[in-house]
């Protein structure tokens, strides 16, 4: 029995998770609806989780973010898309907040936006045009990325890549912001507005977070997105029983929620994830589910 039971660890060890959101399905409306986010984060995002655990199964798995680099080069079937779905989706949830809850851009930030586009209304413009089907045919990402030079740029990527990605379209960079443009990002409220659905999502971006990972980009760091990071192996059984004590950290600093040492076992599983585990997989230092 106990050899099953090390088994069964053993064979979720190292396991990408699907991250909780870190607000209710409804906090971000009216910008984004319930549904869509239901439709999103339980079954899109869900699925680039099972497939970045289909490609790398019996391989090592990293942190998720260490996967960017290599995604389209590498020639492991499955990264680029699977794994940059992974880390794209942890980034945007997690760039986002409830109205009156995203806070400001920090004065560091808000310079350096002024400097690149000539202000926040700048951006805006420069971000929608970006953003335009006619800009951004089909599928795609819109980003604001530090560039090697430490300026602020926006840039756009098809389908599931990121700036992060050696070999990717557009302006190569660690990204701070970044909108999800494909259609089952708003398509169920907006239908083919999609210039609409990038104005109204300027209300719910998180600026606390963002100014937190442009800190972190002008030292060269990549926003790390811990939400679907691997597990650590451990021997303890029954699996729910030990926490860590020690913090997660982010992007801006440690968080007060704690990460499981142990993995659950495979029948724990629901939808991609692990619900057991609800508590304990958020990246960010608030959560707005209350």
């Known amino acids: 029995a106990g050899g099953t039971a090390s088994a069964m660890v053993a064979a979720v060890v190292g396991a990408y998770d699907l991250p909780d959101l870190p607000y209710k399905y409804e906090a971000l409306e009216p910008s984004i609806d319930a549904a869509t986010m239901k439709i999103h984060h339980d079954k899109h995002h869900a699925t680039y989780v099972a497939g970045i655990n289909a490609a790398l199964d019996g391989k090592d798995q990293p942190p998720i973010a260490d996967l960017m680099k290599d995604a389209i080069t590498g020639g492991v079937k499955g990264v680029r898309n699977s794994g940059g779905g992974v880390y794209n989706h942890d980034f945007f949830w997690v760039e986002m907040a409830p109205k ?3 806070g400001k851009p920090s004065d560091d930030l808000a310079a350096a936006i002024d400097k690149a586009f000539g202000s ?13 089907p006619a800009a951004r045919f089909g599928s795609g990402w819109v980003w604001l990325v530090v560039d090697d030079a430490k300026d602020l740029k926006i840039t756009s990527t098809p389908n ?29 409220k907006y239908q083919n507005r999609r210039p609409e659905y990038v104005s109204a ?4 971006v998180n600026w606390d977070q963002v100014s937190s990972w442009y800190a972190d980009a002008l030292e060269g760091k990549a926003p790390p997105v811990l939400a679907a990071a691997r597990r650590d192996a451990c021997a303890c059984l029954p699996p729910l ?8 950290s982010r992007a801006g600093g440690g968080s007060n929620q704690r990460r499981s040492q ?13 619900a057991s585990h609800a ?4 990246v960010i230092s608030t959560s707005w589910a209350a």
Not at 123 to 131: C, F, M, P, S
Not at 201 to 204: F, Y
């Open 100 to 102: 009156g809850k995203t």
């Open 120 to 132: 926040m209304d700048g951006l805006k413009e420069q971000w929608g045009a970006a953003a335009a």
């Open 160 to 188: 599931q890549d990121n700036p992060l990605m050696d070999g990717a379209e557009g302006t190569a960079g660690i990204p701070v912001l970044g909108i999800d443009v494909w259609e089952h990002a708003y398509y169920l």
């Open 201 to 204: 999502w300027w209300d719910v």
């Open 241 to 248: 029983a030990v926490f860590s004590s020690a913090p997660f």
């Open 262 to 274: 142990c993995p659950p076992p495979p029948d724990a599983r629901v939808d991609g994830r692990r």
């Open 279 to 282: 508590v304990a997989r958020s």
